[in-house]
T-cell receptor, first 113, second 111 residues
């Protein structure tokens, strides 16, 4: 069982919809991440929060809006997405220091109609 | 040049075989190194961290060669369940919150 929980597992939305992806971890990790992964490609970093502050934005389009309400929660708000945004969205967390690895949630599979 | 490079494979091996993957990284000051496995349509799962002294976990052995800037993963006595994509991940050196992923190496273990 994963210690990083993502909801929903699957999401189908139209290009005009607004939806949110949610991620939660209770490992006391101080860094949380959003990745986008297309088939047969490695995860592609979108955002990093460190101590609840946005520390990395990999030039992600503004139709993706991250939010970190507290140290355990991470949201990704979606609005006016394009068909090419269909992908697996992965949340991860890490202690954010030293040689500690990331731990991934099992992802949200997003389809844009 | 990519920060992390891997041979995409696929590596097709029979059950019981020994197989090794290498991964090269471009920044000599990189701090931490990891192997993840990812099954089709699933999330990456941490397989092992790679330490300077090398480390072993059952049938899996990971090595780090800082002089040549590569890490390796050796799988002995391959099982059908080892079939997956193996991702090499490198962390740092300037930001512990930035992880660089290789493109992954596909392993198919055949009966």
């Amino acid at each position: 069982d994963t210690e990083v929980t993502q909801t929903p597992k699957h999401l189908v939305m139209g290009m005009t919809n607004k939806k949110s992806l949610k991620c939660e971890q209770h490992m006391g990790h101080r860094a949380m991440y959003w990745y986008k992964q297309k088939a047969k490609k490695p995860p592609e970093l979108m955002f990093v929060y460190s101590y609840e502050k946005l520390s990395i934005n990999e030039s992600v389009p503004s139709r993706f809006s991250p939010e970190c309400p507290n140290s355990s929660l991470l949201n990704l708000h979606l609005h006016a997405l394009q068909p090419e945004d269909s992908a697996l969205y992965l949340c991860a967390s890490s202690q954010g220091q030293g040689d500690q690895p990331q731990h991934f949630g099992d992802g949200t599979r997003l389809s844009i109609l | 040049r990519k920060e992390v490079e891997q041979d995409p494979g696929p590596f097709n091996v029979p059950e019981g075989a020994t197989v090794a993957f290498n991964c090269t990284y471009s920044n000599s000051a990189s701090q931490s190194f990891f192997w993840y496995r990812q099954d089709c349509r699933k999330e990456p799962k941490l397989l092992m961290s790679v330490y300077s002294s090398g480390n072993e976990d059952g049938r899996f052995t990971a090595q780090l060669n800082r002089a040549s800037q590569y890490i390796s993963l050796l799988i002995r006595d391959s099982k059908l369940s080892d079939s997956a994509t193996y991702l090499c991940v490198v962390n740092g050196p300037y930001n512990f919150n930035k992880f660089y992923f290789g493109s992954g190496t596909k392993l198919n273990v055949k009966p």
